[in-house]
């Protein structure tokens, strides 16, 4: 594996690369690397010539300072997962590559209600610093497949959109959570959890299998709530348990028995902020 640090010297690799060859697979990341990123990879490599990956904190998508600071850092572990597991080339911009002139303004990307919603609404600000950078990342590695893990459903939505308004001509490639053998997805924040929070947090996922069995045509309130209060009554702070549209995410009060659906939940377990979803009719 090849570590570029700067953005000529991957844009030189990659232009003598592309020459020859036609596909290039990109996994973003922002490192405390788990099996969830490692998939992504070996999803990358069945479907690219090139598996070329990233690692930058992005410090624009953190809508809290102390999230920002508590974030994992764990980058020798990271790189020799990343090397282990077949990537090709890593790209480990520092700020001052990414963000050179902090004084140009910010673009403002137009991801409609998709900013507002969800997590978009608990964390303002968030999908636009991920925009900022993934847009960064994409013009940069120019790669024809991006692979992003459906755990962040939304933000799968929103790249979606962001290659859609920028005319980026890259393929999303979403694949699905890895999860603890107890339910728990994936996620760099667990390295955050006690033995004991890891375990209580599979409550999240179990909710979200309880909607899925139980769901009907008909009115979604009840179930809703019923969802809330049972991780209200298993210790979290719950932001939010939504059922919406998949393609489209726009919450849903009411199931016409058809449509395709998705089950999303964010809380916090002391103060580690969990998020998970499920299609509840896949
Ligand atoms: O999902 C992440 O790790 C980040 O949001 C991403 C896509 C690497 C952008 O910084």
């Given at each position: ?246 393609d489209n995410l726009n919450i849903v009060d009411e199931w016409d028995g058809v449509t395709?659906l998705v089950i999303l939940a964010a809380a916090f377990i002391g103060d580690v902020r ?9």
């Amino acid at each position: 594996m090849i570590i570029i640090k700067t953005i000529d010297g991957i844009t030189s690799r990659l232009r003598k690369f592309r020459s020859i060859h036609s596909s290039i697979g990109f996994v973003p990341t922002m490192g405390a690397l788990h099996k969830g990123h490692i998939s992504l990879l070996q999803n990358c490599k069945q479907v690219c010539e090139l598996a070329v990956s990233s690692i930058f904190i992005n410090p624009t998508q953190f809508n809290n300072a102390d999230d920002f600071k508590k974030y994992p850092v764990t980058l020798e572990q990271d790189i020799y997962t990343l090397e282990k597991n077949g990537c090709d080339v890593l790209f480990l911009p520092d700020t001052n590559e990414m963000y050179p002139d902090e004084t140009i303004p910010k673009k403002h990307f137009d991801l409609g209600q998709l900013e507002i919603i969800l997590e978009g609404k608990y964390r303002p600000g968030h999908f636009q610093g991920v925009c900022q950078a993934v847009k960064r990342l994409l013009e940069i590695v120019m790669p024809s497949h991006v692979f992003m893990g459906q755990k962040d459903y939304q933000q799968c939505m929103v790249i979606k959109k962001l290659l859609e308004i920028e005319n980026l001509n890259t393929q999303l490639i979403i694949c699905t959570t890895l999860r603890e053998e107890n339910g728990l997805a994936m996620s760099s924040r667990n390295l955050r959890l006690s033995e004991k929070q890891r375990e209580d947090a599979a409550a999240i996922y179990k909710t979200l299998r309880h909607v899925k069995q139980n769901i009907r045509s008909g009115s979604l309130l009840q179930l809703k709530k019923d969802a809330q209060d049972y991780l209200s009554g298993n210790n979290f702070k719950v932001e939010y348990v939504e059922i919406a549209e998949a393609d489209n995410l726009n919450i849903v009060d009411e199931w016409d028995g058809v449509t395709r659906l998705v089950i999303l939940a964010a809380a916090f377990i002391g103060d580690v902020r969990l998020i998970d979803n499920i299609l509840l009719k896949d």
